[in-house]
């Protein structure tokens, strides 16, 4: 069994930056697939970012490339979402999750590929 929390959001203002954390503990983790998600009201969580923990490989959403970095701490068992130059439409409820067999392998990320989740952290771009 997998745990995942996410903490780090806030309100900030567009062109600001934010850095998100997922906790990870609960399993061997080394042979997971983290990624993070995104959700507005009336919406299907999107998929941002996905790091293959076995070989750091990395996968973004066409609309956060350049902007958004995902990393892993093998020392504390920590995913991070490093946000840069953020937009209104950056706005959501964000969601880290893992899968121990999934091997992500382009941008398209799917929520429904993912066993374990975290409970959310809300991010707000606004002016």
């Known amino acids: 069994q997998v745990q995942l929390a996410e903490s780090g959001g806030e309100v900030v203002q567009p062109g600001s930056s934010l850095r998100l954390s997922c906790s990870v503990s609960?399993?061997?983790?080394?042979?997971?697939?983290v990624a993070w998600f995104r959700q507005v009201p009336g919406k299907e969580r999107q998929g941002t970012s996905c790091?293959?923990?076995?070989?750091?490989?990395?996968y973004y959403l066409d609309s956060v490339k350049g902007r958004f970095t995902i990393s892993r701490d093998t020392v504390t068992n920590t995913v991070y979402l490093q946000m840069d130059s953020l937009k209104p439409e950056d706005t959501g409820v964000y969601y880290c999750?893992?899968?121990?067999?999934?091997?992500?392998?382009?941008?398209?990320?799917?929520?429904?590929?993912?066993?374990?989740w975290g409970q959310g952290t809300q991010v707000t771009v606004s002016s």
């Open positions: 999750a893992a899968d121990p067999d999934l091997y992500c392998s382009g941008p398209i990320i799917e929520a429904g590929d993912f066993s374990f």
């Open positions: 609960g399993s061997s983790y080394g042979y997971h697939a």
């Open positions: 790091i293959n923990s076995s070989d750091r490989t990395t």
